[in-house]
């Protein structure tokens, strides 16, 4: 979060250009439950691990999970000849900070 957003002077251009990409990667409820079953497992899976629980194919969830990793929702690690994405906890702990500084509520 930028000094701006800190200093309850409204959200700095940055700032909100940054929510508002994190916002249009939850646009899809397909990537907020793709997103929901990483944060719940806790461990990193494969595209074929996660197919295997949604109802989607192996394209379209590694289109979903490319635009959750655009903005860092979920990270890549390459294990051999396949991509294991897991939950980043970082990310994820900063976005209820975000939704309160775009409503006004700063803590």
Sequence with gaps: MSETTKT????SPEDAQTYSGWFRALADPMRVRLL???AEERRPLTVGEITGRLPIGQSTVSHHLKLLAEVRFVLPERRGNSVSYEVNDACLECF???????LGRRP
Aim: hydrophobic share 55%; proline share 7%.
């Design 8 to 11: 309850g002077q409204g959200l």
């Design 36 to 38: 929901n079953l990483l």
């Design 96 to 102: 209820p900070a975000a939704v309160s500084a775009i």
